[in-house]
């Protein structure tokens, strides 16, 4: 019995996993404040564990995924730092501030919208798989 209440503690003190409808890989579609996104250079996957990874087409973006409920925010975010080109790096660095105001998300006529607090869709994918 002491076992199962350990295991149930570490389990409940770990970071909220990818609710399974998040689950898996993603295109990239939209962000807010982006007039153009080049869909087929953007990925985004939410893996079992919470961690999430994605890339605009220049550095690769990783970090955790704090699901609950409808509830969506996102830890810090590391990156790659190479030098993208214009308008690359101005996409990238909307897409870093979008993550870091993402408050939820729903679904949304087959796609996925994160929200912020207002509601608004800050980024919009699409399933890839």
């Not at 973006?61 to 925010?73: N, P, Q």
């Not at 975010?77 to 998300?105: F, N």
């Amino acid at each position: 019995m002491r076992l199962v209440t350990i295991a149930a503690l570490l389990l409940a003190s770990y970071p909220a996993l990818a609710a399974p409808s998040l689950l898996g890989q993603w295109r990239i579609v939209a962000i807010a404040g982006v007039e153009k996104v080049d869909m087929a250079r953007t990925r985004a996957d939410f893996a079992e564990n919470g961690r999430y990874a994605s890339t605009i087409g220049c550095n690769r973006i990783a970090g955790k995924a704090i699901v609950s409920s409808d509830r969506l925010s996102f830890g810090p975010m590391m990156t790659t730092r190479m030098a993208c080109p214009d308008p690359l790096d101005r996409v990238e660095r909307a897409y870093l501030a979008a993550l870091q105001a993402v408050r939820g998300y729903r679904f949304e006529g087959g796609k996925l919208a994160l929200v912020g607090e207002d509601g608004a869709a800050l980024v919009t994918l699409v399933r890839l798989r």
